[in-house]
């Protein structure tokens, strides 16, 4: 049953993500909300909503409007490191911004996605509002020990927080742990509502080359520098495998590994692309490989799993969530080039198992990924957590 009255809704978001934008949608398109959206960077929108309010944190007002998250390789770690020390020193500042925002909308409810700073910018604007804050993969195991002020903010983030969101059970456990109360509610459910497999759906008929996807893009927890290391490695057993990589064009740091690894003919750096065409590109590969060392459920893999890639992927608690290895998957050590190559080897040459891990992914898609399955759940949730006194 979900919760049938009109609802008026803030989201408090880094508005340029598909993740975030993915679930707003499914109460932007419904017609019955109310829907605003302060976004901590500039962006430009394409779904239409009640209002909008860019609050920088972090220096984020140093992006360009419709410039995607991530980054160059080069900077990532640096950039990443400075926001995790100085980035909290700018909430504060921001929150008053945030709290007139809230008073000018009167919204029904908050949903913050993603805890730094999305969630820590929301918990110090707190009004009394009900306040969901969504975890996304690396909130907890990457961001909140990195200093002793983002420790402080997940902490307190987590104290404030009426509701939680988590893309998997794990970070409901760690949630606890890092002080969301026992007797508040949370919701499971993947961070960008779930697959839409109208668009999101296998092939007609299964690629039989040896195509691997990388879809992670640049980011800091992924070791794409031991991906890109494990490529000869699969080479010299399959010298006809090419490998697909997604949001990496042009980046220079990857372009100096591949022209040292000598792979120039088997690698392919692909531009960004609109996260609901990318469905085209996971069906032209047999095998998808995500080596993330920080992650939850990331939606590329449950995206690729839908369009029939066979999953290789870090082995994390997470991601364990979703693949049992040699049913429906293969796990590997992130950190280790041989365990990846090791991994997609195995893949490129088991056709039963890939087989077999088609079907099986195919219901698990069905049974707890599906989009509209998703966001019924969540319209239930909010209604819990608006009726609550």
Known sequence: MTYNHNMRL???????????????????????????????FPCDLDVSIKGFEFIPVAFSSVKKPGQRPGGASYTLNLRTKIRQWLGPLTIRRAAPRLREFIGKVKPDLVHAMRI????????????????????????????????PLMKHYTHWTMQVADGLHADCRRDVRLAREWGFSVDRSSLVAPGNGGIRTDVFHP????MEEPVILNPRGVRQY?????????????????????FLCASMEGEGQILQWIKELGIEGAVELLASVPNMEMANVYRCA???????????????????????????????ESIREWITPNENGLLFDSNNSQA???????????????????????????????????MQMADKFYGKLIRKP
């Open 116 to 147: 730094p700073y999305e969630g820590m910018l929301a918990a110090e604007a707190y009004t009394g509002v009900p306040l969901i804050v969504s975890i996304w993969g690396n909130d907890f195991t990457l961001h909140g020990p990195s200093t």
């Open 286 to 316: 047999q095998i998808l490989v995500s080596p993330s060392i920080h992650d939850g459920t990331p939606n590329t893999l449950l995206e690729g799993m839908a369009c029939g890639c066979f999953p290789t992927a870090g082995d994390l």
């Open 340 to 374: 990846i190559a090791d991994a997609i080897i195995a893949a490129i040459e088991n056709k039963n198992l890939r087989e077999k891990a088609a079907g099986l992914n195919q219901k698990i898609i069905a049974s707890r990924a599906e989009y509209q399955m998703n």
């Open 222 to 242: 992924v070791r794409n520098d031991c991906f890109f290391k494990a490529i000869p490695l699969v080479l010299k057993k399959h010298p006809n495998a090419r």
């Open 203 to 206: 092939a007609e008929k299964p």
């Open 10 to 40: 803030l989201f408090v978001v880094d508005a340029r993500s598909p993740i975030a934008m993915n679930w707003i949608r499914h109460f932007t398109e419904r017609g019955d909300d109310e829907v605003y959206i302060a976004s901590t």
